[in-house]
């Protein structure tokens, strides 16, 4: 049979289970699914997607990315010719025990990422793409099927330039330009020479197609993986609702599916039953074993005896556990000699990438490098990765496990300002599902607990603090996720006082100048705000007549929260001194004391309870 024409039926095929899966759901995308079949068709059954279907997780396999994640009938539709899953399974499309969900996500077994919001599929793509040209040395390519309203997105143009600068030529992007968004067209409709024009500038290489016709699909396939030096972008005119007349190029219905008497018609205009035992396979990708670095011992880098910033003993930590963890990859969004990760790309300069003021890509590529088995550390300013909020939590869909390091922290970073001062994000990444947060004190507690993270297997986030602060704990001392360490206690403690990173020395000082005036607190370092020592924290609420909190972030979803949450209802009160004016310029000890977390405002509430109590 000519290619060309079992291409044709495989099409028609698709869009039968496209439009068969869609109305029996009563929800999805029909029409942004049907205006990609040619293209995916092409792709997959074009001999040009080497893909072992048994084996979805094979280190060589050509990787696809629906960025469009809402075109996921298409996608299942696809595996469902290639006979991975059944059509019974396919008209299980959004059932609350299907795999096959309403957009993307890792539970079924062919999606290389959760996708679905709009403009992360190329970001993933790249970091898929780096790990193959860079890291593990293999011939796999990445492709990525992306939306014309998707384009609009500024993480799509990070992702594009940060391509471009790493000449990632294994990396094709096809975006379906159909013409129509959500509520209307596009930015720039269908005029494909726009995307063009603007990619060629980016650095692209650029194939302009017509998305229906199969041979100028098979064709953009054969050229965009021919051996070249940049990443290639095919701009694809397509048809929105393309197969079924009444529904070709109309708008209003996006996310809408057909009524039964439509369906009818539409699959009658199809015509597609007679296909339905085609079997169309792939071709086998080559067999390579990934690069593995030589092995390279690494001279321990010390921490100073006497005093170091949380964010340099973060840098010195990394070069130190690369060799216990040699998949360990850095990312830094251009501030590395303030994160201190220039350290680690000082020692290995081919394991740390650049991702530039582009926090968004960041987060997305490293998702895509940490799907191909890396642990990506990436590090920013902690204010800055609030830009990267949405990658963040998508995250959590792909089942990752991603280390981000926020620098820079809180009030007491001083005269910069608030525009630089993270001090909301513990409640960003708290938010989410099973992720750590990590908030060390000292150079030695940074150390051992970015080990504690890089064996831990999930997102962790660890908080690190601009001014440098004393030693306090020794080199043998044990950190685990989950634990706390109490720093002063006794029976005859009247308070509590629980601090992390910045405010654990503030509650020192304020725990020595009490103690000479006779009232004896406990403090506690809590290190792990999620998950957090609740049995640590439920013995001193019972042990002492309050617990007061000190945190340098906004009260709102810190660390007193999460105390809060821990011990609500069970004993003695809780107080929150945290930062609660709009700060601004100073010094630090300045701006600690103005914010009320300072040593002498510990000391003032600590007074101020007992005079009540």
């Not at 397509?238 to 018609?265: A, C, D, Y």
């Amino acid at each position: 049979m000519d290619k060309i024409k079992e291409l044709e039926k495989i099409c028609r095929l698709i869009r039968h289970y496209i439009i068969s899966c869609t109305t029996k759901a009563g929800s999805g995308h029909p029409t942004s699914s049907l205006s990609a079949v040619e293209l995916a068709v092409g792709l997959l059954f074009g001999n040009n997607f080497h893909y072992r279907i048994a084996d979805p997780s094979f280190c060589n396999n050509d990787r696809l990315l629906f960025s469009k994640g809402h075109a996921s009938p298409l996608l299942y539709a696809l595996w469902t010719v290639a006979g991975s899953i059944s059509e019974n399974e396919l008209m299980g499309l959004r059932e609350f025990e299907s795999s096959l969900e309403g957009h993307p996500t890792k539970r079924f077994r062919h999606a290389e990422a959760a996708t679905g919001s709009l403009g992360q599929g190329l970001s993933i793509g790249v970091g898929m793409a780096l790990n193959a040209k860079y890291l593990d040395m293999l011939p796999y390519k990445t492709f990525v099927l992306l939306g014309d309203s998707e384009m609009s997105e500024g993480s799509v143009w990070e992702a594009v330039q940060v391509a471009a600068h790493y000449k990632l030529n294994n990396l094709v992007g096809i975006i379906d330009v159909n013409g129509l968004g959500q509520s209307g067209l596009t930015m720039y409709g269908q005029q494909t020479q726009k995307y063009a024009d603007i990619l060629t500038a980016f650095g692209w290489d650029i194939i302009q197609i017509d998305g229906h016709d199969l041979r100028e699909v098979t064709s953009a396939i054969d050229t965009a993986t021919d051996s070249r030096e940049r990443p290639v972008m095919i701009v694809a005119k397509t048809i929105k609702g393309k197969g079924v007349s009444f529904l070709e190029n109309q708008p209003g219905w996006h996310g809408k599916t057909l009524s039964l008497r439509k369906m009818k018609s539409a699959l009658k205009e199809i015509g597609s039953e007679q296909e339905k035992e085609l079997r169309p396979v792939f071709n086998e990708p080559e067999d390579h074993q990934p690069y593995q670095q030589p092995g390279r011992a690494t001279c321990g880098l010390s921490i100073p005896k006497n005093k170091i910033s949380t964010r340099k003993a973060y840098g010195i930590g990394l070069v130190n556990i690369f060799s216990k963890f040699p998949n360990i990859v850095a990312l830094d969004g251009e501030v590395s000699n303030s994160t201190y990760s220039e350290i680690f790309k000082n020692h290995h300069p081919n394991r740390y990438y650049e991702m530039f003021i582009a926090e968004q890509n960041m987060a997305g590529t490293a998702l895509g490098l940490c799907l191909r088995g890396k642990i990506p550390f990436v590090s920013s300013f902690a204010a800055f990765l609030s830009r990267a909020y949405d990658q963040i939590r998508m995250s959590q869909y792909s089942d990752t496990n991603i280390k981000f390091i926020g620098s820079h922290s809180g009030v007491s970073i001083g005269q910069d300002g608030p525009s630089q001062m993270g001090l909301e994000d513990i409640a960003m990444f708290r938010a989410h599902l099973n992720m750590v947060v990590l908030y060390p004190s000292d150079g030695i507690s940074t150390v051992k607990l970015m080990e504690a993270a890089a064996g831990h297997k999930g997102n962790v986030y660890m908080r690190t603090t601009r001014m440098e602060t004393p030693i306090i704990y020794d080199r043998s001392e044990v950190f685990k996720i989950g634990s706390s360490k109490t720093l002063k206690s006794s029976p005859d403690d009247l308070f509590t006082v629980c601090c992390a990173g910045i405010t654990v020395h503030q509650a020192l000082k304020a725990y020595y100048s009490l103690k000479n005036e006779g009232i004896l607190i406990r403090v506690i370092d809590m290190y792990s705000i999620k998950p957090i020592d609740t049995e640590t924290l439920l013995r001193a609420q019972a042990e002492t007549k309050a617990i007061v909190t000190v945190e340098d972030h906004f009260a709102e979803g810190g660390l007193g929260e999460a105390v809060c949450s821990a011990v609500s209802g069970k004993g003695s009160p809780v107080h929150i001194l945290a930062v609660k004016k709009m700060p601004k310029s100073g010094r630090p000890e300045q701006l600690l004391d103005y914010e009320g977390i300072s040593s002498t405002k510990i000391i003032d509430k600590i007074r101020g309870i007992g005079e009540q109590t």
